[in-house]
């Protein structure tokens, strides 16, 4: 399974833009790359989930650069409601065990 | 949006008694998980279920533990004696499972807080 690295904290302020960067330098071929958000005492929540280039949805963007080492998560014009803690996985294939890692604790600050 | 549910949200029990969660996972996914998440720590994986079969567990997921999909709607994970270091968030998850895809996105539920005495 490939692991990821990805920093354990970060601080941002209302209206910026976050960037939370992964590190996956064992990636399979096969390996999507998913972000989940999780708030205290919830589930993990789908945020996103791409192969390379670019991916974007209606809460974040995602980028992937072309040896798919790395990705990095994009969240425009945080709000305070976006403290969270945000997780990188790497895998794929039905069936397939997700591994968490501690995730990047996201604190939005007014 | 079609999610994931599961009820109990909170269960408290003693030490030793038997306890059932229940999930329902989203109607036309065909893998089921079940992940749990002690206090402060990460969330750990612990089965999938495809086809009425336990495909993958991890090593938390011993003979204490069981899984069952009574009827086409409800997935279970049932421990049989609680213990102590069983108190944690119990989260279900599933999965379309299209085959031949690569990708595979799992949709968790908001978890039962299971809290043993």
């Known amino acids: 399974l490939a692991k990821t690295t990805q920093p354990i904290s970060m601080d941002s302020y209302e209206g910026q833009e976050v960037n939370i960067t992964c590190s996956h330098n064992?990636?399979?071929?096969?390996?999507?790359i998913t972000w989940y958000q999780q708030f205290p005492s919830q589930g993990p929540r789908f945020i996103i989930q791409?192969?390379?280039t670019k991916v974007t949805n209606e809460v974040a963007s995602l980028f992937i650069p072309a040896d798919r080492k790395s990705s990095t998560l994009s969240l425009p014009r945080v709000s305070l409601s976006d403290t969270a803690v945000y997780y990188c996985l790497v895998g794929g294939g039905a069936g397939n065990m997700l591994t968490f890692g501690g995730g990047t604790r996201l604190m939005v600050k007014p | 949006e079609p999610e994931v549910t599961q009820t109990p949200s909170h269960q408290v029990t003693q030490m030793g008694q038997e306890v059932i969660l229940r999930c329902v996972p989203i109607s036309n996914h065909l893998y089921f998980y079940w992940y749990r998440q002690i206090l402060g720590q990460k969330v750990e994986f612990l089965v999938s279920f495809y086809n009425n079969e336990i495909s993958e567990k991890s090593e938390i997921f011993d003979d204490q533990f069981s899984v069952e999909r009574p009827d086409g709607s409800n997935f279970t994970l049932k421990i049989r004696s609680t213990k102590l270091e069983d108190s944690a968030m119990y989260f279900c998850?599933?999965?379309?499972?299209?085959?031949?895809?690569?990708?595979?996105?799992?949709?968790f539920g908001p978890g039962t807080r299971l809290t043993v005495l």
């Open positions: 998850a599933s999965s379309r499972g299209l085959a031949g895809q690569g990708r595979d996105t799992q949709y």
């Open positions: 064992n990636i399979a071929t096969n390996d999507y």
């Open positions: 791409g192969y390379k």
